[in-house]
């Protein structure tokens, strides 16, 4: 089913319209702070909107006025199913029994839902859970056990919250591999800062910041051509934002003037970014050398230094670059060194924003 939501928590600076289409899974993205968690308890009916509406279907979960009067549904009414990021076991329930506890509570007789509960297992690869205690199960068992769960009701709207973020590295990838396939034609939302989340399971990503939709679009495109600088480091790129020139360019706020691959031709005047990832940015000090036509040169000083397996970060304002510890050790690089940036157009790419 079809999601429409538009709503207003003015105590959260929350203000937020989302379509989500039937069939379509929506990642949605933001910083902390962002109205990520709000967003999902609206949805969910564990937090009520001063004011908005929002309709599944030809089901209205809530309808609040200005004055905040109005009619919402209560969680069990809606057909939404929340998976958060613990599993939240009953721990006295077998994992057959949790995950029959949501047909059975809705009226389902014992053994239909227990026949729905032993489907789902199967679905989730955990069919030799189904006797074991919540305690018997590891964190990724668990989780796997609350996605049947979750699906068990048949929601026509399912919400997770950043579903891998207390699972160990090494059973991620299953986890996420079972979402994947169960995900396929429905409606769902999930909240992640995983961009490898984002790119396996989503057909669209929405951006929140400061409770508002800061940037959407197909997952691909919000990803690889970011315009926020959340969303940007999300997918491990550096964004240098200004105005297209009339050659083609990107002049930035400080007057330096960016070259880089275009598929989309740019205006003059209008906004525009370049985004290169950080492996492609080289780091030099000392006297200037002459820069070629394609080659783009920013004088900065280094704000930070992070350790990435077996590069260093160096950060200088908005530009990052991964180089050697051995470069770093020659260069002497230390926070408060002026250094010089530079990277090929062709590593680039320019776009509107």
């Given at each position: 089913?079809?999601?429409e939501?538009a ?13 989500v289409?039937?069939g ?11 109205g990520?968690?709000t967003l999902?308890a609206l949805?969910a009916g ?35 199913s929340l998976?958060a990021?613990?599993a939240?076991?009953f721990?006295?329930?077998t994992?057959?029994e949790n995950?029959?506890f ?8 014992r053994?239909?839902?227990t026949r729905?509960?032993?489907?789902w297992l ?10 074991r205690r ?22 026509d709207?399912?919400?997770?919250d950043?579903?891998m973020?207390?699972?160990d590295?090494s059973v991620?990838?299953?986890l996420?591999r079972?979402?994947?396939?169960v ?6 939302v ?8 984002a790119?396996t ?18 997952t691909r495109?919000v ?7 959340f ?5 491990g790129l550096?964004?240098l934002?200004?105005t297209a020139?009339?050659d ?6 400080e007057?330096?003037v ?13 906004a525009?970014a ?5 492996s492609?940015v080289?780091?030099?000090t ?5 820069a070629?036509?394609?080659e783009?040169?920013?004088d900065?000083v280094v704000?930070?230094?992070e350790p ?5 970060r160096v ?5 990052s ?6 470069t770093?050790?020659?260069l ?5 060194t002026a250094?010089?940036?530079?990277f090929d157009?062709g590593?680039?790419v320019a776009?509107?924003?």
């Amino acid at each position: 089913m079809t999601l429409e939501f538009a709503a207003v928590v003015e105590s959260r600076g929350f203000d937020v319209e989302l379509t989500v289409a039937e069939g379509e899974t929506v990642a949605v993205l933001g910083p902390n702070g962002a109205g990520k968690s709000t967003l999902l308890a609206l949805m969910a009916g564990l937090l009520r909107p001063d004011h908005g509406t929002a309709r599944l279907g030809d089901r209205v979960l809530f309808d609040v006025d200005g004055r905040g009067r109005g009619s919402a549904l209560r969680p069990h009414e809606r057909g939404v199913s929340l998976l958060a990021q613990d599993a939240l076991l009953f721990p006295h329930l077998t994992a057959l029994e949790n995950v029959a506890f949501g047909p059975r509570s809705a009226g389902v007789s014992r053994h239909e839902a227990t026949r729905r509960a032993a489907d789902w297992l199967a679905r989730v690869d955990a069919t030799g859970l189904a006797d074991r205690r919540p305690a018997q199960l590891s964190g990724g068992q668990a989780q796997r056990v609350a996605v049947a769960r979750a699906l068990a009701t048949g929601p026509d709207l399912l919400l997770l919250d950043e579903p891998m973020a207390a699972l160990d590295v090494s059973v991620a990838p299953a986890l996420r591999r079972t979402l994947r396939d169960v995900l396929a034609g429905r409606t769902a939302v999930v909240v992640t800062h995983d961009v490898l989340d984002a790119f396996t399971l989503a057909d669209r990503v929405v951006v929140l910041g400061g409770g508002r939709v800061v940037d959407s679009g197909p997952t691909r495109g919000v990803l690889e051509r970011p315009t926020t600088p959340f969303a940007a480091g999300l997918a491990g790129l550096d964004l240098l934002t200004g105005t297209a020139t009339a050659d083609g360019g990107v002049r930035l706020d400080e007057g330096t003037v960016l070259v880089a691959r275009s598929a989309d031709g740019l205006p003059s005047g209008a906004a525009a970014a370049v985004a290169v990832r950080p492996s492609a940015v080289r780091v030099t000090t000392g006297a200037p050398s002459g820069a070629t036509p394609s080659e783009n040169v920013l004088d900065l000083v280094v704000t930070d230094l992070e350790p990435r397996g077996d590069v260093v970060r160096v950060r200088a304002g908005d530009l990052s670059a991964d180089v050697l510890p051995g470069t770093v050790a020659t260069l002497d690089l230390v926070p408060g060194t002026a250094v010089r940036f530079s990277f090929d157009a062709g590593d680039a790419v320019a776009y509107l924003v």
